[in-house]
């Protein structure tokens, strides 16, 4: 092969700009709704326990934020799924505090 690496390299790679999709609007989580009830449960996933909130009334963006929210304050892991967020290890106690100072209410645990 003659000439430099770079420079074969170079060739292969499309003229302009790879990413030709316009750029999405990045979401803006609205204002989640103050006063609503979530549902608190413990349940053992893998043997492992796990604390469940449900019955979230909004849009996703913004469960997605109270979810991030949630588990930086616990430094716990998590995800969210189905309308769910699900919380590692048994923080019920805490969760229900951290919801309470945010305006939500909760029952069950």
Not at 29 to 34: F, G, H, I, R, T
Not at 72 to 94: F, H, P
């Given at each position: ?40 449960a413990f349940q053992r996933r893998a043997g492992k326990p796990a604390t469940i909130l449900s ?55």
């Open positions: 092969m003659t000439g430099d690496w770079k420079d074969a390299l170079a060739a292969l790679r499309p003229e302009g700009p790879v990413d030709t999709a316009p750029e999405a609007e990045p979401e803006t989580p609205e204002a989640p709704v103050k006063g609503q009830v979530l549902c608190i019955g979230w009334q909004g849009s996703p963006a913004a469960l997605r934020q109270l979810a991030a929210e949630l588990k930086t304050a616990l430094a716990a892991g998590g995800s969210v799924r189905d309308d769910e967020i699900l919380l590692q290890g048994d923080v019920r106690d805490k969760v229900r505090r951290l919801l309470a100072d945010r305006g939500y209410k909760t029952k069950g645990g």
